[in-house]
Structures are given as structure tokens and as C-alpha cells.
């Protein structure tokens, strides 16, 4: 099935920069149906976020309660998720990739009118609503994460009875990703009209090769900021765990062509784990590190949420303030640690991201052709770090006892 994806993303994408640049007119009618799998993904955004986080809070929980080891598994994600986000910020504001790509490219998808730069005021206000359904029924979901993390904390000092609710949210999130995995096999149709509309509005101001061009410097600057983000924390662990660098890379190596193949840090966990082992990791260390960190340690999809969402605001010429920034800052932070471990989870969770500096969500079909690719760039800097990580909160709690 992987193979047929694969091939049909190939298919699509080929097709897609054929009928964009040969019937413009035509592939702009069909706008439609890329706007139809946005609203596919937009659709699961909530519930997912609300699950994933309220099922990854409470799991801290069942072991032992918050124990020191959950505390430094909190810390290291936080650090590595901050960092790398800040690592991607430093790049997108040294190297500006964005800028001469013409706005077009990403308005071929939205209604020019929803394109406005945000208040600090009015963001901040809007994080804390009076009516949390109400919020939930505007799409505003930054509410909806901070509403989840104080229900998460709030089941986990309620105790006993509170384990129905968390058994459900571990259920529906379970479910949630099942469903994004169909939704995944739409990819192809979604990326053909998406990409499509995108190549058929720069041929006809005869674009293409200017934006393309761009668009390669913005792949070749993620990637840089994602072996930072792997260098960094090589030589941390070398400093602190004093395990030799290259010791270290080539025991990750299965857990990352793993991670290569799979798309998916989820997937990968299986390895991770052996991986951890032959690394010393102790047993209930890893068996309760790992799976956290999988879940809430996506510093590679963190890094492409916020170099995405600056990358956009170049292009359409929003002027990036401070604030705005740190609201990127922070809601990349917490969309890395909401989104999903699958393939293309990233995707669902940066709409949350692009919408804190309201973005149009469709802006997403100027990166669908890449991401496949980069995706599995970022889900072995994913697994890199969890291995860091595990590594770290071992060392730690080693040197405790
Ligand atoms: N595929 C990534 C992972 O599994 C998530 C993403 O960035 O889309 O870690």
C-alpha cells in the first residue's frame, strides 16, 4: 500500500504541474476539491488536539504520578521543541525565503479578504474566550489546547473516578488517528487540485520558475535547521552523558531508516525501543520516556510549523512584529507537541499555527508537493531526539540514585 502512495503522490504531483501549466483556466475550476481536503483535515483538528493532549498529560500520570522521571522527560522536551523552533525562527529571519515569491501563489486558494495581520492584543484575548464551545464552534483552537492541558491536569488530581474520561480520550485519539490514516490515501486528489490551482495561477502570470526557485531555498533552509537541531543535541549528549558521537549516530541507524521509511515517529516506536536498549537505556526508563516522548517530542514538525508560517507571512508582505513572532513561537510549540506521529500529522496541527497569524489554511498546498519528502526528513529528527532524550532522562536519573 505504502508503494501505491507513493506512486499515486508521484502520479498527482506530475499531473498537477501538467494540467496547472497547460489548462490553467480548467484546473482553477476544479479550486474546489483541494479546498474540500483542507476542510478534511481542518475537521479532525479539534477533537485530535484534545485527545492527544489529554491522553498524553494523564499518561504522566499513571506512572507514579509525576515522578522526576516524567519531570525530565517534560524539560528535555521543552527545551528540545523550544530550540528548535527558535533555531527555525533565526534561520527564516536571516535568509527570508519567502520574500519575492509572489502572494498569488497563495491566494490561487483563499479569499483574499480573510488575509489580515493579527493584534497582539486581540491574539491574546482570543486565547481565553468566555464560551469554550463557543470558540470550538469558530474553529479557534488555541483555546481549545489551554482548555485541555487544565482538563488534563484536573483528571490527574481528580484520581479513580477520573479514569473513564481518560480511558475514553486515549480511545478517541486512537480512533482519530485511524481516521487520518484513511484520510491520508485523499492525499493525492487533495495535492493534485491544490497544487494544481497553485501551478495554473503562476502560469498564468508566468511565475513558475521564479517561485520554484524560492521554494528550494525555504527546502534547502529547513533542512539545515534540522541538522542544527540533530548537532545540538549530539554534542549535548556527548557533554552531558559523555557517550561518544559517533557511537551514538550508528546505533540510532535502524530506528532512523525506520523512521525514514515510515514517516511516522508512531510507527517507529517499536525500534526506538530496541534502539534504547543496545544505548543502556533502562528498560522502565525507555518503556515509559519513549512513548511520552513520541507523543509530545516533535521538534522536526515544531521547527516546519513555524518556518511555514513565516515563510507564508513573507510571501504575502505581512510585516512579522515581535509579538506576532512569539505567537508563532508558541503555538508551534504547542502544535509539535500536539501533533500526531503519523505521516503528514504535522500538516493537521499547522493550521492551528498558520491561523495565529491568519494565514489562509489553504497556503498549506504550496508545501503539499514537498512534504512527503520532508516529512520524512523531520520524523528522523523526531526519533533523534526522543533517543536524545531517553539517553538524557536516564543519565539523569542514574546519577540521582
Ligand atoms: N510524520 C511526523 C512524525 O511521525 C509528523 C509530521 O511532522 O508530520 O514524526
Redesign the pocket.
Known sequence: MKNYMFLAILISISAAIFFGAFFPKEMITISWIGQLFINLLKMIVLPLIFSALVSAITSLGGAKKISSIGIYTFGYVMLSVSLAVIIGLILLNVFKPGIGIPPSLIMANAKPAEVTPMLFSSYMLSLFPPNIVAAAARYEIMPIVFFSIVFALACLSVGKSANPLIDFFVGLRDTLIKMITWLMYLTPIGLFSLLGTAVAQAAVEHLLLKSLGSMLLFIAIFLCGLLLQILWQLILIAWLVKLSPMEFIKTTGNAMLT?FA???????LPVTLLVAKKQNVNDEIARFVLPLA?TIN?A??AM?EAVSALFFCQVLGFDLSIPAQIGVFITAILA?MG??????????TMVMVLRSVNVPASAIGLLLPF?RI???F??M???FGDLCCAVTVNHLQKKKR
Open positions: 523512521a515510515t514517516s511516522s515517529s508512531m510507527a517507529t513520541t516533535l522536526g514538525t516546519y509539535g501533533a500526531t506521529g503519523i505521516p503528514e500529522g504535522g500538516l493537521v512534504d520532508l516529512d520524512r523531520r520524523t529528527t523526531n526519533v
